[in-house]
């Protein structure tokens, strides 16, 4: 459930590639401790969904 809420927080444009490029990225707003994580390992640690949408929306689609 908390992948499709990220899903559809993204630009529905996006190429798969491009959504699991994000997935897979880690990102300055997703830390555990002093490491920068990916959206997936912060939700398998249990991470607020709501700090991954946060960080799609701060994202550049165009320029990243």
């Known amino acids: 459930p908390e992948l499709a809420e990220v899903v559809?927080?993204?630009p529905a444009h996006l190429h798969p590639p491009s959504v699991?490029?994000?997935?897979?990225?880690?990102?300055?707003?997703?830390?555990h401790g002093d490491t920068a994580v990916n959206p997936l390992q912060w939700l398998a640690a249990g991470g607020e969904v709501?700090?991954?949408?946060?960080?799609?929306?701060?994202?550049d689609w165009y320029t990243a």
């Not at 709501?50 to 994202?59: D, F, G, I």
Request: proline fraction near 8%.
């Open 8 to 10: 559809a927080a993204l």
């Open 20 to 31: 699991l490029g994000f997935l897979r990225t880690p990102q300055p707003d997703l830390r």
């Open 50 to 59: 709501s700090a991954v949408v946060a960080a799609a929306q701060k994202v």
